[in-house]
């Protein structure tokens, strides 16, 4: 108790750095926009992490030699990136990638995957 007690303390007072420029995403919304088929997901944990649980349907950010082929047509599109914890700032590697392409909707999962597991949701491996 007193570690998730710590966790979302130190999240608190990290995520809103980032969230200016990037949206927060919460887990329910991304799940549902994965299952609604409306969001490209970016992981940024690099490939070893990636190999062994990420959010379904992810990109694996650093095996992936030409984003721009792997994001949707629509600049609109909803775009999501997230790294492994609400104190990772990695994510906004892939989340400025994104947006430097032109992409105009992109947020952040900043429960990153250990909120995503902790939450009890499904990981692809």
Do not use: Q, R
């Not at 969230?19 to 690099?46: C, H, M, Q, Y």
């Not at 430097?100 to 999962?109: E, Q, R, S």
């Amino acid at each position: 108790m007193k570690k998730l007690f710590t966790f979302l303390a130190v999240a608190a007072l990290v995520a809103p750095a980032y969230a200016a420029e990037f949206p927060d995403i919460s887990i329910a919304d991304l799940k549902t926009a994965i299952a609604d088929k409306k969001v490209t997901v970016i992981d940024v944990n690099g490939s070893e992490s990636y190999a062994k649980a990420h959010v379904p349907t992810a990109i694996d950010f650093a095996a992936e030699k030409d984003l721009a082929a792997k994001l949707p047509a629509d600049k609109g599109a909803l775009v999501v990136a997230y790294c492994g914890s609400p104190t990772c700032g990695a994510y906004a590697k892939a989340a400025k990638a994104a947006k430097a392409l032109g992409y105009t909707n992109v947020k952040h999962l900043s429960a990153g995957i250990s909120g995503w597991v902790a939450a009890g949701e499904k990981t692809e491996k």
